[in-house]
T-cell receptor
Framework: KAGVTQTPRYLIKTRGQQVTLSCSPI?????VSWYQQTPGQGLQFLFE?????QRNKGNFPGRFSGRQFSNSRSEMNVSTLELGDSALYLC???WGNGENSPLHFGNGTRLTVT | DQQVKQNSPSLSVQEGRISILNCDYTNSMFDYFLWYKKYPAEGPTFLIS?????DKNEDGRFTVFLNKSAKHLSLHIVPSQPGDSAVYFC???????????????FGKGTHLIIQP
């Protein structure tokens, strides 16, 4: 069974630009979550999508947005990039309901903002 | 305010011995706890989880213990192997669904080094 796939693996962008990251969940998983990992803050929750609807949202500014498609694939968008947005962005999928539904992570997209 | 704390940034253990990784939490609403392992340049890999209705869960060499009164959990790895060298993250959720209303709250991680 294929794992969570994130593309691209690496991105370099300039301040002020926007970026779109993509995530394909494990087959059958309906929940997709996004996390940001930085050396200072660790892993922080961005948002979660379930059945094409944003179900939960972390404490990030509106520049961070996402969406989920009918096939459960998800995209995350960051607009007006800032230097502090440089981070590893991790996508995770799960069944999304009930017990014993741990998150399974992809290998991430490393975003560098210059 | 860190709701999940892993107070040991690193831990060194001899191969074959027991590795014990600790995690403390402050939010009494947390009811589902997970451990993840992370190698460099890879995403976290799910290891084992425990719900608040249990105090122990075992899977092969990995056992997680939960002490709700102390708001403390630990991961035991027996016996430790060289491939166990990685960063281990403790995570908690306030809903019994793996993600929860506020997602998973992670600790900052403990770097486990297994010495040959």
């Amino acid at each position: 069974k294929a794992g969570v796939t994130q593309t691209p693996r690496y991105l370099i962008k300039t301040r002020g630009q926007q970026v779109t990251l993509s995530c394909s969940p494990i087959s059958g998983h309906r929940s997709v979550s996004w996390y940001q990992q930085t050396p200072g803050q660790g892993l922080q929750f961005l948002f979660e999508y379930f059945s094409e609807t944003q179900r939960n949202k972390g404490n990030f500014p509106g520049r961070f947005s996402g969406r989920q498609f009918s096939n459960s694939r998800s995209e995350m968008n960051v607009s007006t990039l800032e230097l502090g947005d440089s981070a590893l962005y991790l996508c995770a999928s799960s069944w999304g309901n009930g017990e014993n539904s741990p998150l399974h992570f992809g290998n991430g997209t490393r975003l560098t903002v210059t | 305010d860190q709701q999940v704390k892993q107070n040991s940034p690193s831990l060194s253990v001899q191969e074959g011995r027991i590795s014990i990784l600790n995690c403390d939490y402050t939010n009494s609403m947390f009811d589902y706890f997970l451990w993840y392992k992370k190698y460099p340049a890879e995403g976290p890999t799910f290891l084992i989880s425990i719900s608040s209705i249990k105090d122990k869960n075992e899977d092969g060499r990995f056992t997680v213990f939960l002490n709700k009164s102390a708001k403390h959990l630990s991961l035991h790895i027996v016996p430790s192997q060289p491939g166990d060298s990685a960063v281990y993250f403790c995570a908690a959720s306030a809903e019994y669904s793996g993600g929860g209303a506020d997602g998973l709250t992670f600790g900052k991680g403990t770097h486990l080094i297994i010495q040959p």
